[in-house]
């Protein structure tokens, strides 16, 4: 999988320069790291989200997003947004402030 410097660019506008904050490559894109924990990636193929279970349904109904799946196993609190997703600002904003609602309160690694 390639990674998309537009979408990375993107993310790292949403995620400021908060404290904390870490990128590397990891799943064939680039991933966005907070206080060692996995909060997003970006990919071609789109958006990762960490939204946590039972914290995702909400944006499973959405249009373009879809549950993230690791080969065939489904990733339950992960979900992947389409570039139709990613591209409206809000609803990016939206997933993110989520994905950091999740991950903000975990124990640093």
């Known amino acids: 999988m390639a ?7 993107l993310m790292r506008e949403e995620l400021g320069d908060r404290p904390g904050l870490t990128e590397k490559s990891m799943f064939g894109g680039w ?6 924990n ?15 279970k039972g914290n ?3 944006a499973l ?4 997003v879809i549950q993230m799946l ?3 196993r489904i990733m339950h609190g992960w979900v992947r947004a389409n570039a ?10 939206r997933l993110i402030d989520a994905a950091l609602a999740y991950v903000e309160p975990m124990p640093a690694k």
Request: proline residues 4%; negative net charge.
């Open 38 to 52: 996995l909060l997003c990636c970006a990919r071609q193929d789109g958006m990762l989200l960490r939204l946590g």
């Open 84 to 93: 139709d997703v990613y591209g409206d600002d809000a609803m990016r904003r």
């Open 3 to 9: 990674r998309d410097p537009g979408l990375e660019e």
């Open 31 to 36: 991933a966005f790291m907070l206080n060692g």
């Open 70 to 72: 690791s080969g065939e």
């Open 56 to 58: 995702d349904g909400w």
């Open 61 to 64: 109904v959405l249009p373009g």
